[in-house]
């Protein structure tokens, strides 16, 4: 008999189906979605081009772990129930991820050695579009008898509701304001996520004991105490709603705003308008939504002000680019030394900046060149510099820090607080916030059940 000998591979394809978008010029009149997802066959020819790698780098570089190797494998299979059901196994957030994740796992797809990383993110919208919407995936789950209180219904709140609802946990959620999806639906403008796309996943918790009581606000409503009176375990992930100013002369013009509050408001459908000349100061996403949001709500010229230079800046890569397209200009090396004006904002002081040896970020610190200030003329300037959590709202015994990047820090491992019982956390990204919901949820299991085995 002749030798039989293994299929060959298909050859690698290292060029990424293209994503499509809408016209940057016409779309930033208006919060219309930038990006037009992929059609069915394109994303099944995008799954097609993974090489299903015997490592799970994409996996393994998730903060939830999502098993993105095997809904690509799927997909490419046209098996789109099949991906869909393997992606809510582990993310209930999933319709909003893939809009909005920064797509960590698609940084470390040995693909990008040879050409462009599977479009991870994209397949992932394309899964839960295209499959089939008569056939939810539904759990329905039986209580066990015991409470948990979630404070904030951001990702970090929803993630860990989600997680304790499954296992039978009765989880009410907490929340200060009206809505839920914390930073993400609150200020994620319309053009990159939409109310829709949160309101699809959260149609995923409607067979689950998890309750949502809004206009709670912690501590003023929820004592920590009084809550730890009624349920079993606490969970408190606040998210980083009070925003960092420059301290500088002149803040507090008229026409100076924080980014946050300006997007709330923008997302709110509270602001319809912004002055002509608008300046955004910092070169992170906070800043990219701010500069994209002033076009749409009529600005003519919008600059982005950023102390160091293109390489340094945080934001996501396609944001600046899409920005860019939308006629956003930049200038780099540049600080913010005053606010010109006597009551209304009409101009902004900036002194020229030069990099120097590298801060404890790695990043090369900026310091002030030999150059003389410069003014520039404005009408408004957004301050998207950085948010962090009210962390005065906690009790000092809970001992909870502040992290680097502004979220609440407990135990790294697992979200205790020195406090039996209470867990706290948050992410600087979506994703990495559900990842500390996660991490919570699983600790305050174990140590829920442990109660009751010892009560027993
Ligand atoms: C403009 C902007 C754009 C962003 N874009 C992206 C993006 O593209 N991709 C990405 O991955 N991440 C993005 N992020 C970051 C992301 O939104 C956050 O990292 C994420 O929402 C954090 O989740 P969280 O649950 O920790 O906190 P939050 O989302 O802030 O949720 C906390 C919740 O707690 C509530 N709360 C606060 N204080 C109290 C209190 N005292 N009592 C009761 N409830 C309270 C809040 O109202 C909120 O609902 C963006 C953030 C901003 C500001
Ligand atoms: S790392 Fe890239 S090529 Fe490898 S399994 Fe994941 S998506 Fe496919």
Redesign the pocket.
Known sequence: MPEQRPPKKAPLNPKRTPIRENDPMERRGAFVEALIPYTREEAILEAQRCIQCGKPWCMDECPIHQDARGYIKLMAAEDFDGARDLILRDNPLASC?GD???HYCEAVCPITKRGEAIAIRHLKQAAMMYADPAKPYAPVVPTNGMKVAV????????MNAWILGQRGYDVTV????D??????T???PAY??TDETFQEDMARFANLPVHFVFH?????E?SLDDLQLEFDAVFV?????KSRGLGIPGEDLDGVYA??NY?KESKRGERRSIRPRVVVIGGG??AM??ARSAFRHGAQEVTILYRRSREEMPA?DQ?VKEAMDEGVTFQFLVAPVRFLGTKRLEGIELQPMELGPPDESGRRRPIPAKTPPVTMACDAAILAVS?EA?ID?LPKDLEVKLAKDG?LQADPQTGATKRPGVYA?????????MA??KRAALAMDAYMLAKKNAAA
């Not at 809505?179 to 993400?184: E, I, S, V």
């Not at 956390?425 to 916030?433: D, M």
């Open positions: 991820l909005v994740c920064y404070i904030g219904g951001g990702p970090a709140g929803l907490f929340e200060s304001s809505r839920l999806g914390g930073l993400m609150g200020t994620i990159r996520l709670a606000q912690f501590p003023k929820l992930s606040i998210g980083t709603h980014a946050l997007l996403d906070v939504d701010s996501d944001e948010q009210e709202l979220t956390g948050g992410g600087a990204s979506v994703v990495h916030a500390a919901g």
